[in-house]
């Protein structure tokens, strides 16, 4: 833009593309009409629009005749009691501006400006409708109203930088600093003066916090090959392993010296520097590992440098049982070599030499946002395996370069096993739900459900749910209850599959496909909604029910709004909770946030201990080992969820600790609060059931419309906090608190009258069309099973419309010549006979990251998945370990190995390699990845692999893989692992692909 000097620009990072902050000098009005933005900012006190010569409402007056004042008179839309903004109308042709947007304050409210100012923002939403746009605006309040400029601009620009986040596509916002220019560019000079020198400075200060440029990763190069951790009471085991180390490449570089700690120091420096050189971190866990302090240590600080370097670093190694390993260990997949299995040890040397080629990494300080990006996710119980194989291979012969989600293969050792679920769904064109009993049974099986559900129902539609029910089910729960079910009982499970999978293969290349598939893929209008206005919905109407009235209003002058929270702990003199704190644990509740949102967690940490002094509140946690303890211990986590909350990677680590513990316990574990709305993806984040949402309109209702007081509130602010708290947000806080207080007292005294030895376990991620229902007819009995005739369909058709595709080595005869009636037909299927969808092998050992919106056909990218692909870290001349019949991996699902002699079509896991020339850019790193599907198929303790879905890890060699362990809930009897009886802490599994 000429006429104006850019001093200094922030840079934005966000899943809309990059955004950018220019501080500039210059004249606002002076914006040439060839730089035309699409709105300006201006500021003023409540109806007061005078022309003053030294504010910009008066330059806009006098240089471009645009009064503010009469623009006032017919304002576009006026928010000013909820959000203290109006905006214009169009504005005419010529002005530099598109429309203006008015900032309101009142000198006499309790809010100061720069603790307002992001509802400008939140206001930019409807004015740029989804569109990209551009603002310019003066450093407001700061002028004739006086407010700091220091304040304002921090607060102007962390509010910017959070909506960018957020989604609103605000391409360039220019804050400009007054200097005068007569027709001429503006000097440097002209910023070195004292006057704006502060500003400079801050923004700078700014600048390092948010801009990319400093979140660039940074190339670390590799040393070692193993950095091995283990305690000295295992020197037999290890010897095991370094001996195989080396017998396969003599000259691997392994660090083995033994680290100590250094007892003073918050952070061993020391050990982190040689692990972030090391190519793995391979932890032998045993029962001596926990005892070992030095040994936890390592394996926090190889977790940090898993975070860091984007990469699947760590390695840890299972050789002794584990009466109760803590839930942030069971949440990342190991290679199970239990009880000091030799040959298994030995294969897991084979595939950790394979992954140690590697020259450099990226070490960065930022979580990844993008989605892994794939075709098809398929999901399912490893009870039904066998169907799920037969899908994998039938997807694989129709179309070689098809990226399929199948967890035995993509669940590599390393991996957080629940965040590559999560994120692979978010990532994929399609997911075939495979429906079962046990399906429907298992709390993961569920969570993947709904979280596909969620985005097959989003107002984009960007992911298709396509359930097969797979048995004679006569109902199902009404959270499966609302998407038709295509019929795959085990008659029809081939001619069926072959139909689906070519239909689904087609769709995604862009051809035609079946007419009643057809009818399948299309959007269901009834089902169409946008899951942050369902949650919110949810959220209001479960305050009005406590403090609104029946005719549906807020608040209700009968019913006290903020609660007394002491006399709410008090209500109950002899309750468990009138001596809240007295938690013989240590820690009762433990503050998760970013560090740019501390203020909040410092609030609500003095609400919380203003109402019960005996609470035990943790916050603030600098030890890595004590950070960690304290999520897998406390009896609750609360997480403050914002834009930099899932920008950084240890509280997205304390969010999935917290949220696998709460699968598996009856009691409140995570108690997320949203502050600020938060990125569309990962979408999972608003799927987690969330009490208070300060995002929502009724918050600053409460605050503006109805006038609530919060004067009492301001004493438990820090004097030194730099920007104090809106009223909506301590009106939030506050009301968080009151329902957490609620929820640990309701938790102590049913904990107290607890019998029942049955394990517990249930999704942690909602149903948001149950959800939506349940508002709309909240008078309404839904029940809790939906009888299968309601969703069911049923598919008939020829030899020609299905095809026979499946190779008949495999063991499967397709029995499409046994069917010669071939007219589609539509019946309803029964909602607990949801077919299983099958999971299909990536052999690229990463998946390609894409645009998802952008995503191309399969034909069109021909060449795509190889340049496409991030390849995990692996070496190209390596000997392939598909080649070892040995080997063996375990499935993540069903926590069990898969073998060759036990898989159902021969040769499940061929690499895509073998069945097209023209992926031959890819063998290098096919051929260096273990086949999952290669290997024998048996349990540990000789129980039914699905008896340990109900936790979490996945093993690598002769033990259930936890990502299916995790994924089934126990039918029959609780879990065990050597010998010892666990229901409620998560259990670790197997899977040998290091």
């Known amino acids: 833009m000429s006429g104006f000097l850019v001093q200094d620009s922030i840079k934005v990072l966000t899943q809309n593309g990059e955004c950018q902050i220019d501080l500039c000098l210059g004249d606002i009005t002076k914006l040439k009409r060839k730089d035309k933005v699409d709105v300006i900012v201006v500021s003023a006190f409540t109806n007061d629009y005078v022309p003053t010569r030294t504010s910009v409402i008066g330059a806009l007056k006098y240089n471009l005749g645009l009064d503010v004042g009469e623009l006032s008179r017919n304002k576009a839309e006026d928010l000013r009691k909820l959000y203290s903004c109006w905006w214009s109308h169009p504005l005419p042709d010529q002005m530099p501006y598109g429309r203006l947007l008015c900032f309101e304050t009142n000198f006499r409210s309790q809010r100061r400006p720069q603790e307002m100012v992001a509802n400008v923002f939140r206001c930019l939403v409807p004015i740029l409708n989804n569109e990209d746009g551009t603002v310019i605006t003066p450093l407001l309040n700061t002028g004739d109203q006086g407010y700091g400029q220091i304040g304002m601009l921090q607060g102007m620009v962390v509010a910017a930088v959070n909506w960018m986040k957020a989604g609103l596509p605000l391409r360039l916002l220019k804050i400009v600093l007054y200097a005068k220019s007569i027709d001429g560019p503006v000097h440097q000079s002209s910023f070195a003066n004292s006057r704006y020198g502060d500003v400079c400075g801050k923004f700078a200060e700014l600048k390092e916090k948010y801009d990319s440029q400093y979140l660039v990763p940074k190339a670390v190069p590799i040393e070692f090959d193993i950095y091995l951790s283990y305690s000295e009471d295992d020197q037999g085991v290890v010897a095991t392993i370094q001996d195989g180390l080396k017998s396969i490449k003599s000259d691997v570089r392994i660090y083995g010296n033994k680290q100590k700690i250094d007892s003073e120091a918050v952070w061993q420096q020391d050990m982190y520097q040689v692990m972030i050189r090391s190519a793995r971190v391979v932890t032998v866990l045993s029962p001596h590992y926990l005892k070992s302090t030095a040994c936890v240590e390592q394996y926090n600080i190889a977790l940090c440098c898993n975070r860091r370097a984007h990469r699947d670093m760590l390695a840890p190694i299972y050789v002794n049982s584990i009466d109760l390993m803590p839930t942030y260990m069971g949440l990342v997949q190991y290679v199970d070599c239990r009880p000091n299995d030799n040959k298994k040890i030995e294969e897991a040397c084979k595939a950790l030499i394979v992954s140690m080629t590697i020259k450099v990494h990226l070490e960065t300080l930022v979580v ?57 769904i978010d990532g994929s064109r399609c997911l075939l739900a495979l429906i079962s009993e046990n399906y429907i049974k298992s709390p993961v099986c569920q969570e993947e459900y709904n979280l596909a559900l969620a985005k097959h129902c989003s107002m984009d539609g960007s992911l298709k749910l396509i359930p097969l029910c797979l048995e004679d089910l006569q109902e199902v729960p009404v959270t499966f209850g609302k998407v038709k079910m295509v019929r795959a009982t ?17 769709w995604l290349d862009g051809k035609e496909v079946h007419a009643v598939v057809e009818e399948i893929l299309k959007p269901d209008q009834n089902l169409s909604c946008d899951m942050d206005k369902v949650s919110e919905s949810q959220r209001r109407t479960k305050f009005i029910s406590k403090y609104g009235t029946e005719n549906k209003k807020l608040l209700s002058l009968e019913k006290r709004f903020p609660a007394k929270l002491k006399d709410l702990i008090q209500s109950r003199p002899g309750s ?23 203020k909040y967690a410092s609030f609500l940490r003095a609400v919380l201990t203003d109402a019960a002094p005996n609470l035990v509140v943790k916050s603030g946690i600098k030890s890595e080992k004590e950070r960690l303890t304290l999520m897998d211990t406390a009896r609750c986590v609360v997480a403050f969820v914002t834009p930099s909350y899932l920008d950084s990677p240890e509280q997205v680590e304390e969010f999935h600790i917290a949220l696998c513990r709460q699968r598996t316990s009856p009691s409140t574990v995570l108690f997320p609060i ?41 004493p438990l602010l820090s004097d030194t906090s730099e920007i104090a708290l809106p009223p909506e947000v301590m009106l939030g806080l506050h009301e968080a608190a009151g329902i957490l207080i609620n929820e640990l007292k309701e938790d102590e005294e049913s904990s107290e009258a607890a019998t029942s030895d049955v394990p517990f376990s249930r999704p942690v991620l909602h149903n948001i069309i149950k959800i939506r229902d349940d508002i709309a007819d909240d008078a309404k009995d839904h029940g809790a099973v939906v009888e299968i005739t309601e969703l069911l369909v049923t598919l008939k058709m020829t030899d020609e419309d299905v095809g026979a595709t499946v190779d008949t080595q495999t063991g499967h005869q397709p029995p499409l010549q046994n069917d010669p009636e071939l007219t589609p037909e539509e019946t309803t299927v029964d909602s607990k006979s949801d077919k299983p969808v099958t999971k299909e092998l990536e052999q690229n050992g990463e998946a390609a990251k894409l645009d998802e919106q952008n995503s191309p056909s399969i034909e069109e990218r021909t060449d795509g998945i190889e340049s496409g692909a991030t390849v995990d870290t692996q070496a190209a001349n390596e000997p392939p370990l598909q080649n070892d019949p040995e080997e063996t991996t375990e499935d993540s699902k069903s926590d069990k190995p898969v073998t060759k002699e036990s898989n159902q079509n021969g040769e499940a896991a061929k690499s895509d390699g073998q069945h097209s020339s023209s992926m031959e850019e890819r063998m290098d790193v096919s051929e260096s990845q273990p086949n999952p599907d290669d290997h024998n198929s048996h349990n540990d303790h000789g129980q039914s692999s699905d008896d340990h879905k109900a936790h979490t890890n996945h093993g690598t060699s002769g033990q259930i893989s936890d990502s299916q362990a995790s994924r089934e809930v126990k039918s029959e009897s609780s879990e065990k692992v050597g010998g010892q009886e666990r229901s409620q802490r998560p259990k670790s599994g197997v899977c040998l692909l290091i």
């Open 490 to 506: 085990p008659d029809v499970f081939q001619p069926v599959s072959n139909a689906i999978c070519k239909a689904v293969v087609n």
């Open 368 to 424: 990844d946002p993008a989605p892994i990006q794939y075709d098809i996710f398929l999901s399912y119980s490893h009870r039904d395996d066998e169907q799920a194989n037969y899908i994998v291979e039938l997807l694989r012969k129709l179309h070689p370069k098809l990226r399929v989600f199948f967890d035995l293969q993509e669940l590599k050792t390393g991996k957080a096993w629940q965040r590559t679920l999560y994120h692979s």
């Open 576 to 598: 468990a909770m009138s001596k809240c704190g007295d938690n013989p644990e240590g820690v009762d509740v433990v503050l998760s946030c970013a560090p740019e949102d501390w």
């Open 674 to 714: 949203m502050v600020h709305p938060v990125p569309p993806k990962p979408t999972y984040f608003r799927l987690v059931p969330c009490s208070v949402s300060i995002a929502d309109a009724m918050w600053s209702e409460l605050a503006h419309k109805w006038h609530v007081d919060v004067p009492s509130f301001r």
